[in-house]
């Protein structure tokens, strides 16, 4: 076991004011020099742990000697009796042809690229690995002349031609940082060029580097950028710092992107859209990537993190900003809702499972584990919390202390939350258990009339997850409205932080409707024993949008857990079809709002609310009230539909939310036999668009239409050469709730463009297979979770992040019917059998003991 615990930091005992890197890019030998100038640090210190990793050792000298006394594990190498001041030059070999852990430099479709956060800068070279040693990097590349971009950190400041014509370029880049954000790329691309003017004035070169043939296709992005930039700007006073800003897109990329300085890589299908072949919601993810990534220059690159435990530092706070941005550039209820399903999906899911942890962790062992959604997600929830106790107002003196306390420095969550305090004169010491607790916190209230008005009492509790069995209150920011019923309301926001609380209104009598987590003020689970009527009221009258949609949510988990408790099904109240039903013939202005109301809880928020999942009940459930809708309101539907009509594509709010409910109504017409073929074939064939071309086929594969398959294998046939909607087409291949999805999948794995080592390629059949397909996931006899199984143990060998990742959905076995967990449990112990990467070790060790 090779845990480490964030209470055992040390500082590093010698620190790098400056390094020189200089590659030889060769396939499968590049020469990496490594030229460090390091002071000590630590009083008495005379030996320095660099970590390393797969590398080959050709040389190594201290000022200019040879040098002997070091020792070399497979792990890293310690050197020893060091003097108090040295420059230290370390001659390796890797190989970059065979890496196919995406870690490191590797190659992707023959351009070289690397990624090194969190731990992979330890196979370019040795070095102390860790972000706490910040140093101002130079990096030479020397490479033959095909492949005219030879991109760094920095700035551009040589290039040169070499006497046997290879080419020899030097970046500079005058930012200290750590080595996790350092980043090569090296290929022939195609290069769009835009600029950003900053407010002081200066002009920044933007630069995006795409497949040949693809330069167009790059321009939303660049313009997202553009954007983005001016946000930063405007609403946190923070300015770009060097002349140029490169993003560089591959497809073979273990993530979203990432965020290295002044050399941002990303994932192909992050940057590249147009209307044929990316859909409403590629463009919305690729906006809010972009900016997510720019935000990172200043929360995570000028501040950085003092160790990996400190992850959400910046992780939080900039997934918070990046929230903030898409709110800003389209509908904010529209980003609060889809923020709210992750976490109370995938998130309460991780938080009730055996990889439970704080967003700031206090136990790693592979740090890679850790890219969470609670460290992301939650942490994001946690910043917006301080956001709400402090105003935005408050927030912004917070944040400006922060960047003037600790910009070039590397710091801890604490010190972030001391910079809020302090420019804010409050005392957030009973708010920061968020930081070290982890587990779902769940609220529940009563409401009482007293002699003078309505008394509130709240309770919380939050039950022991696997890595911490005590709990403890937490500070909950909750936004309510109080409503009377005949159009008095009573708002504001009250802060929680005891077992029990009771807060006193006056003015007021019951019966009183409250709503009490308006805009999901807290990441928590809420009950309240609310009347359907109730419910009714508040998703018509609650002042906050996400509260409306909340009350839809709650009407329709309330008919589902009634549907499990009796073992059938609940009949739907006539006063939410009333609802429905005049929402489909006179939809809110807002349209995609609307499609949101008319959209019934998915599976997996539902499952959440279980102790023990009863997966088909759910799904029979929801398959039924589905077809019911359709059905009930099938003229409705058909003329809401042809009311929708579509104009020339344009990614825009209006034209978004438009699609939205039209597609919405799309899939309950193609429930119902009735509705002609030719409604859904003259949108696929006449759209200009791949949005609504897509949604005939996720409406055809979710209403398990006796066309589906046909129509998938002709898209397959029309579009897959391109490698984003060949990823498409097996999404949605991966997602057929049939059994015949299994022979469907081995056939996939034979296609062409199909490969092992393209994580993009097999996420889009096996993470969409195992996390958007329960009912053939959880299919009665295993088959579904035998079939992940080997599908790791396969991906493993090759790439350890991936595997890793694709494991979750079998992790939280616990969750199930005895039967059907042990099918679980069996295929994670039959994958243990194999010898596993740490990634997974982790993970099965946690989940099985
Ligand atoms: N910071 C990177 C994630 C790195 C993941 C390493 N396994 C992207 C981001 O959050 O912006
Ligand atoms: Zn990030």
Redesign the pocket.
């Known amino acids: 076991n090779t845990a480490k615990n964030r209470l055992d930091y040390q500082p590093p005992a010698y620190v790098i004011s400056q390094v020189e890197l200089e590659f030889e890019l060769l396939p499968s030998k590049t020469r990496v020099l490594a030229v460090s100038q390091l002071r000590r640090a630590e009083a008495g210190a005379t030996s320095l742990w660099l970590d390393g990793q797969e590398l080959q050792l050709i040389s190594l000298t201290v000022n200019g000697k040879d040098w002997t006394t070091y020792e070399q594990r497979p792990d890293g190498i310690l050197l020893r009796d060091l003097p108090e001041q040295f420059e230290l030059c370390i001659r390796t070999e890797i190989n970059p042809a065979a890496n196919t852990a995406l870690?490191g430099l590797y190659l992707s479709n023959g351009a070289y690229c690397t990624?090194c956060?969190?731990e992979g800068f330890r196979r370019i070279t040795f070095y102390p690995d860790r972000p706490d040693v910040m140093a101002v990097f130079t990096t030479h590349i020397i490479a033959d002349a095909n492949l005219p971009f030879l991109l760094s950190n920095g700035n551009l400041i040589a290039r040169h031609q070499l006497a046997d014509g290879r080419v020899r370029v030097s970046w500079h880049d005058p930012f200290p940082k750590p080595c996790y954000l350092f980043a090569l790329v090296a290929g022939d691309f195609d290069e769009l060029t835009g600029s950003y003017i900053t407010k002081s004035g200066r002009n920044v070169a933007l630069k995006f580097y795409v497949d040949k043939g693809q330069q167009q296709q790059a321009q939303f992005a660049l313009e997202s950028l553009q954007r983005a930039m001016k946000f930063d700007e405007d609403v946190y006073g923070l300015e770009y710092d060097l002349d140029i800003y490169m993003v560089v897109a591959v497809d073979f990329f273990?993530?979203?992107?990432?965020?290295n300085k002044g050399l941002n890589v990303f994932n192909s299908k992050f940057v590249l859209a147009d209307a044929q072949t990316a859909t409403d919601t590629d463009y919305f993810n690729i906006e809010s990537?972009i900016a997510?990534?720019y935000f990172?220059n200043w929360t995570?690159n000028r501040v950085t993190c003092r160790d990996w435990f400190q992850l959400s530092l910046?992780?939080g706070l900039?997934v918070f900003r990046d929230q903030q941005f898409s709110a800003a550039m389209g509908s904010a209820t529209l980003c609060r809702i889809d923020a709210i399903k992750t976490i109370r999906t995938a998130q309460f899911a991780e938080d009730a499972g055996p990889m439970a942890h704080p967003i700031r962790p206090d136990v790693v062992e592979e740090?890679?584990n850790f890219?969470t959604v609670t460290v992301?997600d939650k942490g994001a929830e946690v910043i917006r919390m301080q956001h709400t106790l402090l105003g935005a107002a408050g927030f912004r003196c917070g944040m400006d202390l922060y960047f003037q306390r600790h910009d070039g420095q590397a710091v801890t969550c604490d010190d972030f939350v001391q910079a809020m305090q302090d420019a804010n004169q409050t005392d957030l010491s009973a708010f920061k258990r968020w930081y070290s607790q982890s587990g779902t916190p769940e609220l529940s209230a009563i409401l009482e009339n007293t002699a003078t008005g309505v008394r509130l009492t709240l309770r919380q509790q939050t039950a022991p997850t696997k890595d911490q069995a005590d709990k403890h209150p937490l500070l909950l920011p909750l936004r309510y409205e109080l409503h009377d019923g005949k159009g008095q309301i009573q708002s504001g926001l009250l802060q929680f932080a005891s077992a029990e609380q009771s807060f006193e209104f006056t003015d007021l009598q019951l019966p009183v409707i409250p709503v009490l987590l308006a805009d999901f003020s807290a990441p928590v689970k809420f009950s309240y024993a609310w009347q359907t009527d109730e419910l009714l009221y508040l998703s018509q009258h609650a002042q906050d949008g996400v509260a409306r949609w909340d009350a839809m949510q709650q009407l329709w988990s309330d008919l589902v857990r009634r549907s499990v408790r009796d073992g059938q099904l609940a009949a739907i109240p006539s006063g939410l079809l009333d609802v429905l039903g005049q929402l489909i013939r006179s939809p809110l202005t807002d349209l995609a709002f609307s499609a949101e109301l008319l959209t019934l809880p998915g599976f997996d928020t539902l499952a959440e609310q279980y102790e023990q999942i009863p997966v088909e009940m759910i799904l029979d459930a929801l398959e039924s009230y589905q077809q019911q809708l359709a059905t009930l309101f099938n003229a409705d539907w058909l003329d809401l539909y042809q009311r929708l009509a579509p104009a020339p594509y344009r990614y825009s709010e209006e034209q978004t939310g438009l699609r939205a409910l039209r597609n919405t109504a799309l899939r309950y017409l193609l429930r119902v036999t009735e509705t002609p073929d030719s409604l859904w074939q003259q949108q696929y064939t006449g759209s200009d668009n791949m949005t609504d071309k897509l949604a005939v086929l996720q409406a055809l594969v979710r209403a398990a239409h006796p066309q589906a398959q046909q129509m998938l294998q002709q898209f397959y046939l029309q579009y897959g050469h391109n490698v984003q909607l060949f990823d498409k087409h097996s999404a949605l291949l991966a997602s057929l709730g049939t059994p015949q999805v299994f022979a469907l999948l081995d056939q996939a794995e034979q296609l062409a463009q199909f490969d092992w080592k393209n994580p993009n390629r097999v996420r889009a059949l096996y993470a969409v297979f195992g996390q958007q397909n329960p009912a053939m996931f959880h299919q009665a006899d295993g088959a579904g979770y035998q079939r992940l199984a080997s599908v790791i143990g396969k991906a493993d060998v090759i790439n350890p992040?991936l595997a890793s990742r694709l494991v979750t959905p079998l992790l939280s076995f616990k969750r199930f019917a005895p039967a059907r967990a042990a099918l679980m449990q069996q295929a994670l112990s039959q994958l243990q059998q194999q010898g596993l990467s740490p990634d997974l070790t982790e993970k099965l060790n946690k989940a099985l003991h």
Do not use: L
Not at 254 to 259: I, P, S, V, Y
């Open positions: 870690e990624q956060e969190a273990n993530m979203g992107a990432m965020e990537i997510h990534e990172h995570g910046k992780e900039t740090m890679n890219y992301y992040q």
